[in-house]
């Protein structure tokens, strides 16, 4: 299997075509959005936290390549239901090891997200995988600060 | 002019074969994943040929030592070559004086240079800066920092339909408050290669300047300073065949003597007290510190192999390659092709179908084929042609028509691999 095959397998090109948790969140003020400043593509990510600390929901509206798409999708499906403070942790890690800086077996142990190892070979496509996380940890933090409002406008 | 002795096109002693070009560039020889390298990305900077590789190892094994200091020969010889090879730019540019080419470490630092220096004591409230809305960031955002600065305005020019400026447009829209006028001679998106001569006689006409970008117009043809009549002119040695760190601002003499120093230390002044200093004759005034004396070398060996082709055969077989290259990629089913300017470079930016733009280039580089791919640094650009980004093939004299059939083909391999 070629550094390409092994970058863009069938299953990043399956959430690349088809995203879970793609939608339009036009609402999300652009200030907010998450740019990846070498091609100017950009995310904006929406939590929405439950009553008892758990991402209920987990949105994306994305315009970027098949890795960031892809990534931002088996992202969304791997965090939603988890509590905060675990989704957190996983966030980092998942960050730390596309940066180089953990243990690439840690993907082994994240489900789905195994298919994004490919990325570790190409340097300048960790932005790309990673630009949904960032977005993902901001939004987090916008949810933790403001949880009345969001869940009064749930809009 | 008397003044300029210049060889501009000097006849090559036979014409050189593609083969025998691309032996200059041992880079040209190397293998990317396992496939022969097909570099399309020279407006994002050329490849060297081995007369410049060998003036930097050259420099550093036999004459190294600081320039304008140190009366030893070392220090006579290192000066010679950092001022020869500013005296042979001056030719190459067909500028009338030496003290008219500051050395630089590039194009972005020659225009904020200008910006700096130039706009800090010339610009303020009520002024405008107009730049073309083909710019590079390098010739928006130092407007941008300068306006901040000084409260100016900064205005663009919109581009039209098939990627060209419309200067009739231009003058007939004229707003009296613009001092400066900026432009890039071609395009480092769309190829247009802009009638920069005609814009600056409008901007003469009204009593503005002109800024003209040379980035991406040296390495492809002769420009001639006196003939354009611009008031700034930046450039890059590494676009050129030259090495990366080293860059060129012409400007008008006059322009240059009444311009404060951009920065302040060794080697541009005259002589420093505690509380002030006066400022070295031009160009040194603009050059504090050790400059890049390996860079000038280079640049010097670069416009020696440039003008060894000759600019006749460079721009006939450029524009072979440009119209081989336009054919293949209007034949790729579903590929839109950015900029239709008449007159244009060997640039073609484009999208493809629904494969996002760092897609295309992964698929390519799997082919050992190198493009660019992204915002260009053009973003305001490509936001106005509703895109956020795109894929670039940019074109060298070195590049072969078997390189332009690899890209067609690997071009519909991906399109039907993201589709």
């Known amino acids: 299997v070629s550094e390409f095959d092994e970058l863009y397998q069938e299953i990043i090109m399956d959430h690349y075509r088809r995203p879970r948790g793609a939608a339009d969140l036009s609402r999300v003020p652009e200030a907010l959005a998450h740019e990846n400043p070498t091609c100017g593509d950009a995310i904006k990510v929406e939590v929405e936290l439950s009553k008892e600390g758990t991402i209920a929901a987990l949105r994306f509206d994305v315009k970027g390549c098949a890795i960031s798409t892809a990534s931002a999708s088996l992202m969304s499906e791997y965090l939603r239901g988890r509590r905060t403070d675990e989704a957190r942790t996983l966030a980092d890690s998942f960050i730390g090891v596309l940066r180089g800086e953990g243990d690439p077996a840690t993907l082994d142990a994240m489900g789905d997200l195994v298919a994004l190892r490919g990325v570790a070979s190409y340097p300048m496509r960790v932005k790309c995988a990673t630009l949904a996380w960032h977005a993902f940890l901001s939004a987090l933090d916008r949810a933790a600060l403001e949880p009345a409002e969001i869940s009064a406008n749930p809009r | ?419």
């Not at chain 2, 510190?289 to 460079?314: Q, R």
Request: glycine residues 10%.
């Open chain 2, 1 to 419: 002019v008397a003044a300029r002795a210049v060889v501009k096109s000097r006849p090559p002693l036979a014409v050189p074969s593609v083969a025998e070009v691309r032996a200059d560039f041992p880079i040209l020889s190397r293998t990317v994943r396992g496939k022969p390298l097909a570099y399309l990305d020279n407006a994002a900077t050329s490849q060297k040929p081995s007369a410049v590789i060998e003036a930097l190892t050259g420099y550093y094994e036999s004459s190294n030592a600081n320039v304008h200091r140190g009366l030893h020969s070392l220090g006579e010889e290192a000066t010679a070559i950092y001022e020869g090879a500013r005296e042979k730019v001056r030719a190459f540019i067909g500028a009338l004086r030496s003290s008219e080419i500051v050395f630089t470490r590039g194009t972005t630092e020659s225009i904020n240079l200008v910006a700096s220096s130039w706009g800090g004591v010339n610009l303020g409230p009520g002024d405008t800066v107009l730049v073309s809305g083909m710019e590079h960031h390098s010739d928006i955002v130092p407007w941008q920092l300068l306006c901040e600065r000084r409260g100016c305005a900064l205005r663009f020019i919109p581009v039209e339909g098939d990627g060209s400026l419309d200067l009739g447009r231009v003058e007939a829209e004229w707003d009296y408050s613009t001092r400066l006028v900026c432009a890039t001679q071609v395009s480092n998106v769309l190829g247009t290669v802009n009638d920069v001569k005609a814009l600056g006689k409008i901007a003469h006409r009204r009593g503005a300047l002109l800024l003209v970008d040379g980035a991406q117009s040296v390495p492809h043809g002769e420009v001639d300073m006196v003939d354009l009549d611009c008031d700034f002119f930046a450039f890059s040695g590494h676009k050129a065949y030259a090495p990366m760190g080293i860059g060129v601002l012409y400007a008008k003499e006059d322009l240059l003597e009444a311009m404060p120093p951009y920065m302040g230390g060794g080697d541009m002044i005259l002589s420093v007290r505690e509380q002030s200093s006066t400022w070295n004759a031009l160009p040194w005034k603009f050059e504090a510190g050790t400059p890049n004396v390996e860079g000038a070398a280079g640049l010097a060996a670069a416009i020696d192999y440039i003008l060894g082709l000759g600019f006749d055969w460079i721009g006939a077989r450029e524009a072979e390659l440009s119209s081989a290259a336009l054919e293949r990629l209007e034949a790729v089913p579903g590929l839109v092709l950015y900029g239709r300017a008449k007159e244009r470079e060997a640039v073609f930016s484009f999208t493809l179908g629904r494969a996002h733009p760092h897609d295309l280039a992964q698929y390519l580089d799997a082919e050992g084929i190198a493009v660019r791919a992204g915002h260009h640094c053009a973003q305001p650009l490509l936001r106005s042609l509703g895109i956020g980004s795109a894929a670039r093939a940019s074109l060298a004299f070195y590049n072969t028509i078997e390189e332009l059939d690899r890209l067609a083909a690997a071009l519909e391999g991906a399109a039907r691999f993201y589709r």
